[in-house]
């Protein structure tokens, strides 16, 4: 039993330090720049 | 005849050893000093080793200014307009062009400055990169030869080449030598126009956003004052994308309807989609949902090439997952993987590890293991570590809401461990 509770406190800790990583980048909308030619990926994803 | 710079060029692109074109001709030793250019062949050497190359000793042209300053002239010409139009057509048609009407010169610069534009040319039309690797290997043997301007050209080849083959570092490594010399450099104005341009791209891709502002406010001026328009949408477009990254929401979306302003003054309707789509991504940004997929809808809609939906056709399954639209997200994910199957690019199958995760995620009976694990496993092959950020925590939440907390906390921590990576930190204590 305590060995769930703490694998539970575990995974809050670990879910929530995870998310704020993702949303301190600001990573929302990837943008499309012009390409100078096709093969030159000019397709970005921040 | 000298023709040692021509021998050489042809060996090394096919691949081929000294030894071998040698045997039966001359003896190694000899080939070499012909390929230095320090003896003069005969001319049953020179017809032996040409033949054996498949090269056509009757397209020799013996040193005769007036047609090599005529050739050059041509040749500038092709590449003043290939790379100021960006038409892969063009390119194809130069290409042609070039190699079925072009003498083998004696002159060595001359035939340097050839190699070295038919090369950007093949680089603009992207087919077969092993081929070009062989080109710039061959090219690299006569660096000491090289005059700045053949220099420039041989360096951005590289930074092109190596910036399309994803290896970044050395990409940047060559652009970092050409902004050193730049001044040296004899670059018409259009020419530098066009490298700030570039360099502006690179730039921002690698987060550098003040320096691509610099840059591609150069290149702005220039386009503008020759009044090229599709360019100066362009320069407009990226503009917005500066400000997006650095907050100016306002100033980005005022940057687009530049943009779209010009379309619409200067009939250039098929760059529309391309604007639609970075609107889309700005209201995105902003938490504007609805609007975003207004955009993306109306971006796909004024897109003529396939292969440009795809950045598309993910940013909109993403805002319809956050609205938890699950119908729209599998129809677009599932029209998403088709187009992927139909444009059989194997340099799109990202986009075909996203479509299958959100298509997994939304149907009725939830996330497959099997599809998040080859999907992060993928992203792990390509080092995209926001990617393998993302979907780890996708997995773990999905372990969670399942009760499996010991395969959720594995996963939140895998996610932890590329989301350091992905900000570039190394213990929490930096967060």
Not at chain 2, 95 to 120: A, G, V
Not at chain 2, 245 to 262: D, V
Not at chain 2, 373 to 395: G, M, P, S, V, W
Request: with cysteine.
């Amino acid at each position: 039993m305590k060995k769930i509770v703490m694998a539970f406190l575990l995974i809050v800790v670990l879910g929530l330090a995870a998310q704020a990583n993702t949303a301190s980048a600001n990573n929302s909308g990837a943008d499309q720049l012009p390409r100078v030619f096709k093969t030159f990926s000019y397709t970005i994803q921040d | 005849m000298k023709i040692g710079h021509l021998i050489r060029a042809e060996r090394v692109r096919q691949d081929m050893k000294q030894i071998v074109l040698a045997k039966g001709i001359c003896t190694p030793s000899y080939l070499s000093k012909i390929e230095r250019n320090q003896i003069e062949p005969s001319e049953d050497i020179t017809e032996m080793l040409m033949e054996r190359l498949g090269m056509d000793p009757g397209k020799l042209q013996e040193n005769d200014e007036e047609t090599e300053l005529e050739f050059e002239k041509m040749l500038m010409e092709s590449y003043r307009l290939v790379i100021t139009s960006r038409d892969m057509e063009l390119a194809k048609e130069k290409i042609d062009f070039l190699e079925k009407n072009s003498p083998w010169f004696e002159n060595d610069s001359l035939h340097y400055t050839y190699l070295l534009i038919l090369l950007r040319f093949r680089l603009i039309v992207g087919k077969d990169f092993n081929e070009m690797e062989k080109e710039i290997e061959a090219l690299s043997h006569s660096v000491g030869e090289f005059d700045a301007y053949q220099m420039y050209l041989f360096k951005m080849n590289n930074a092109l080449y190596y910036y399309n083959s994803g290896i970044q570092k050395k990409a940047t490594s060559f652009f970092q030598e050409i902004m050193d010399n730049l001044e040296k450099i004899p670059l018409s104005d259009w020419e530098k126009a066009e490298f700030h341009y570039t360099i502006s791209i690179i730039y921002i891709a690698e987060g550098q956003i003040f320096i691509a502002i610099e840059y591609i406010r150069k290149a702005l001026d220039f386009f503008m004052g020759n009044l090229m328009m599709k360019r100066v949408l362009e320069c407009y477009i990226i503009i917005g994308i500066t400000r997006k990254r650095t907050e100016q929401f306002p100033e980005a979306l005022e940057a687009y309807s530049k943009a779209m302003q010009i379309c619409e003054e200067f009939n250039l309707h098929s760059e529309k989609g391309i604007i639609y789509h970075n609107i889309g991504s700005l209201n995105s940004t902003l938490r504007n949902s609805e609007q975003a997929i207004e955009y993306f809808l109306k971006s796909i809609e004024s897109k003529s090439e396939n292969d440009e939906m795809m950045i598309t056709i993910f940013c909109l399954i993403v805002e319809y997952s956050k609205l938890n639209m699950k119908k729209n997200v599998i129809h677009w994910a599932e029209g998403g993987i088709n187009l992927y199957h139909k444009l059989n690019d194997e340099s799109l199958i990202s986009y075909f590890h996203h479509f299958n995760f959100y298509k997994s995620l939304h149907s009725e009976g939830g996330l497959s293991v099997e599809i998040a694990e080859l999907a992060i496993q993928h992203f792990k092959e390509i080092q995209d570590f926001r990617h393998i950020n993302k979907y780890c925590i996708a997995l773990a939440e999905w372990y969670y809401n399942n009760r499996k907390y010991k395969l959720s906390s594995s996963y939140y921590r895998e996610a932890n461990r590329y989301g350091y990576i992905y900000n570039k930190v190394e213990k929490w204590e930096d967060l």
